[in-house]
């Protein structure tokens, strides 16, 4: 039985590609910085335990609890909208720790075991707007950008391991809290001079139809991780792939 590895599975995307997994047959350590054990069903195949991707310790303990893995899902995330006059530098350095060296550091964690075993596949969970740059989401995108190009040059030093890395780029997901996460953190609100600007985002978001459910993201993960011909990077989400589709 193979054994997956998924960050930030409380909710969302993480917690429905834990789902999936299960679905599969395989065994799933979910991981999340408040563990829940109610959000999952109960399964002989699942473990959750405790993880927070900015803390060493905490990564080190996560990795060495899941023992052998096969898969790691980089999922853990924190969103961010408004204008970088509006973006503490605090809230920057969130993003990153979190977005990027979050995902740098349990990337690293788990490279060992793979490289030794000569197998093992990461997937980490990026977003489209790096596909297409829109306004008030610099420093978000800036930290998601990041991953892609770590990832992608991960992948050609890991070639030799037989190891496999991946991108998932996820769209607008407004049927998860991801918005209301990244809203809550945004305590000052927007510079009163960009104030047209964000009515024209939010006016242009309430017209698309074309939005992410996080099925679609957990069913790109699962085609990342099991399908050795899958691109690099997998848009996830209709708006995703018609966006991936227009470039």
């Avoid at 408040?34 to 996560?62: F, H, M, N």
């Amino acid at each position: 039985m193979q054994t997956v590895l998924i960050t930030g599975c409380s909710s969302g995307f993480g917690l429905e590609t834990a789902r999936c997994f299960l679905d599969h047959g395989w065994a799933v350590v979910a991981t999340m910085r408040q563990v829940r054990g109610d959000v999952l069903p109960p399964s002989d195949r699942l473990r959750v335990i405790a993880l927070d991707v900015t803390d060493p310790a905490s990564i080190e303990r996560a990795v060495t609890s899941a023992g052998p893995i096969d898969v790691v899902v980089n999922n853990a995330g924190i969103g961010w909208l408004n204008a970088l006059e509006g973006t503490p530098m605090a809230a920057a350095r969130e993003l990153f720790e979190t977005n990027t060296l979050g995902t740098i550091a349990m990337t690293q964690a788990v490279l060992p075991q793979f490289r030794e075993r000569r197998a093992g596949v990461i997937v980490n969970v990026s977003s489209s707007v790096t596909l297409r740059s829109l306004p008030l989401l610099s420093v978000y995108t800036g930290s998601k950008a990041a991953v892609n190009a770590f990832t992608e040059s991960l992948a050609l030093e890991l070639e030799q391991f037989g190891v496999r890395v991946r991108l998932v780029l996820p769209g607008r997901a407004p049927d998860t809290s991801f918005g209301d996460n990244a809203r809550s953190r945004m305590r000052d609100g927007f510079p009163n001079a960009y104030a047209e600007l964000v009515r024209d985002v939010f006016s242009g978001w309430d017209q698309s139809s074309e939005v992410t459910q996080s099925r679609d993201v957990a069913e790109a993960v699962w085609r990342a991780a099991t399908d050795p011909s899958c691109p690099m990077r997998l848009p996830a989400g209709a708006d995703a792939v018609s966006l991936a589709a227009s470039r």
